[in-house]
């Protein structure tokens, strides 16, 4: 059995050493990223459809490589968490976002997303504080997006901070509802203002057990008396099934995609004008 495993190791080795090395070198690279500023925030517009206005912007963390351009989150997020450096792209998040959403319309809100590793530490709560006090932005107007995987430990803590943030005046939101663990039972025992449908349930919504899901979620709301926003909404097929369902906050790129600041003036005008 020894000959065997080694034999087999033999074989993987140098393939494993040639992933574990370019990871290395990723986490490297962001490193230098952060210290180098070269993370930035694009913006989603939530779209109120009854009222036909945007209610707020989703901001979206953008990392552009001075060779490959715009790097997607999905590819440095988890990088970043696995590495323990997310903290660094937290903060400026929030302090960016704040900053950005202060000097919008006071109508619109800012939402961001927080990683569990940054929800659960320990200078969170300095950290938005110092981000509201330093921007000037009203408490209401920042709503925080976590997801379901924050539960998988320490369930009293996050009780704890989610009552902090919400005493404080936030908006605290479940991302990606539907898609992670026994979802229920914590939305009934953790104060969330607002729920996000996961996208995978939007994207098909011909099939009846995704409309079913939605209809699910939106009893769920009301009952509990949280907004439901749908993401990922890409047709008007989609948009006037959501709204025949009650649903009124959405997302996606029907609307918009996300965009840079600068683009900000232009997306409300078009929404306004559609
Ligand atoms: P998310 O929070 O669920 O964000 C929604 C994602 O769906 C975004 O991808 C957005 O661009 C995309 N999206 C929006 N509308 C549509 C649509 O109509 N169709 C499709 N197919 N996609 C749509 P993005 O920007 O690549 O972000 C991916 C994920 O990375 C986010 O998912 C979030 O979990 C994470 N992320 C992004 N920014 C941050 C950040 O600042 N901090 C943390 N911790 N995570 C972030
Ligand atoms: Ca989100
Ligand atoms: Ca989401
Ligand atoms: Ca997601």
């Known amino acids: 059995a020894k000959a065997d495993g080694s034999a087999q190791l033999q074989v993987f080795a140098p393939e494993l050493r040639a992933e574990m090395e370019a990871r290395r070198r990723l986490v490297a690279d962001l490193h230098d990223a952060l210290a180098r500023n070269e993370f930035e925030l694009y913006f989603q517009p939530i779209v109120d459809c009854r009222r036909k206005t945007v209610s707020g912007f989703e901001a979206l963390a953008r990392w552009a490589h001075p060779q490959r351009g715009m790097v997607s989150p999905a590819e440095f997020i988890p990088v970043m968490e696995e590495a323990g450096i997310i903290g660094a792209l937290g903060r400026f998040v929030l302090r960016e ?3 950005q959403a202060a000097r919008w ?3 619109l809100s800012i939402s961001l997303n927080l990683s569990p590793l ?3 530490s320990p200078t969170l709560l300095a950290d938005v504080r110092n981000a509201l006090s330093s921007s000037g932005l009203s408490p209401d ?7 379901e995987s924050l539960f998988l430990d320490d369930a009293e803590g996050v009780l704890q901070t989610l009552q902090s943030l919400r005493q404080m005046g936030l908006v605290v939101s479940m ?5 992670g663990y026994s979802s229920l039972g914590y939305l009934s025992r953790f104060p969330f203002d607002k729920i996000k449908i996961d996208q995978s349930f939007v994207r098909d919504m011909a099939r ?3 409309i ?8 769920l709301g009301s009952a509990m008396r949280m907004t439901v926003v749908a993401e990922g909404v890409e047709t008007v ?3 006037e099934q959501l709204e025949r369902e009650g649903c009124r906050e959405m997302q996606g790129y029907l609307f918009s995609r996300p965009r840079p600041a600068g683009d900000l003036p232009k997306m409300l005008m078009e929404i306004r004008s559609r």
Not at 175 to 179: L, R
Not at 212 to 219: H, K, N, P, S, W
């Open 97 to 99: 976002g704040c900053r």
């Open 105 to 107: 319309p006071s109508d």
């Open 118 to 120: 940054q929800f659960k």
């Open 141 to 147: 107007r920042l709503h925080l997006e976590v997801t």
């Open 175 to 179: 991302d990606d509802f539907g898609t």
């Open 208 to 210: 009846p057990e995704n």
């Open 212 to 219: 079913a899901i939605v209809r699910a979620v939106m009893g």
């Open 237 to 239: 097929e989609q948009m």
